[in-house]
């Protein structure tokens, strides 16, 4: 759960950021009159996002096991390719997403209606749609339903409360510095997800390898203790897992944390050279 309350946690920010910038500029420039576009913009991405939760929560119903396999496999290894893309972006864009927020209002606020309207949807459904893939991948990966939901819901909760705080100066922290440690820990989650990806495709039959095992610690974890519970929660860790799962995991992990942490935490100079 604690995955995917950083998940809720992280995004939910991204979007509230984004939300109180846009809010904070209308109303400095004088067109509060303009508010309404953005918020209808806003409710637009946020039933998107929930119709996409459910699309993929009941579609795949009634197909055969292998079929359900290969498209949960799939969209996993989607899921994690938005994540990786979302926390590189997010790693470049923080610096210049204020002044980027401002030119596409200007841009579209005197014309129509709609042009203002999409710029807060996609704004916002950007991250909705990201959250409900990722959040689906994360439930199938851990076999459960009801705690990846609640981990993401206080998350969202917790990004509003900070979202306020931050916007009234009660609060003030390193945005910067809070997205750098996220990213760290959804590269980690992220792995283990892009592994049980590759664990429905080898159960649909379409890798090989599903009983090659690289490690079974099952008699030291068990899937139902409390530690193999939190592991599963938090890192996707499977006790049993294929060499193949291995393999993807390292391979995703070691190179993508060694880029991430180089361009999240590198000396300005470095950056802008």
Excluded at 50 to 65: D, S, V, Y
Excluded at 123 to 138: C, D, I, K, M, Q
Excluded at 175 to 185: E, M, P
Excluded at 239 to 265: D, G, N, Q, S
């Amino acid at each position: 759960m604690i995955g995917n309350y950083l998940i809720g946690l992280r995004e939910g920010l991204e979007a509230v950021l984004i939300v109180v910038l846009l809010i904070a500029y209308l109303t400095k420039s004088g067109r509060r009159h303009l508010l309404p576009r953005i918020w209808v913009g806003i409710l637009c991405a946020v039933l998107v996002s929930l119709g996409f939760g459910a699309l993929l929560t009941f579609g795949p119903k009634g197909l055969t096991f292998e079929a359900q396999e290969m498209i949960g496999g799939s969209l996993s290894i989607l899921a994690v390719g938005l994540v990786t893309w979302m926390i590189f972006w997010m790693a470049s864009a923080s610096k210049t997403l204020n002044s980027d927020l401002k030119s596409q209002v200007d841009r579209v606020a005197e014309g129509s209606m709609v042009g203002l309207v999409l710029v807060g949807a996609l704004s916002v459904g950007r991250e909705g749609l990201e959250t409900a893939l990722f959040l689906w991948a994360a439930a199938r990966a851990t076999g459960e339903t009801w705690q990846p939901l609640l981990g993401a819901f206080l998350g969202i909760i917790t990004a509003v409360v900070l979202g306020i705080l931050l916007n009234r100066g009660v609060l003030k922290i390193s945005l910067s510095k809070f997205f750098s440690v996220t990213g760290v820990i959804l590269v980690i989650v992220a792995g283990g997800v892009l592994a049980y990806g590759v664990h429905d495709l080898q159960e649909a039959g379409i890798l090989p390898g599903l009983h090659h095992l690289a490690f079974d610690v099952s008699h030291v974890v068990a899937p139902g203790s409390v530690l193999g519970t939190i592991l599963k929660g938090v890192f996707n860790f499977s006790p049993a897992t294929t060499w193949l799962e291995a393999v993807v995991w390292v391979a995703y992990v070691v190179p993508v944390m060694f880029l991430y942490l180089r361009k999240a935490f590198a000396r300005p100079e470095m950056a802008r050279s």
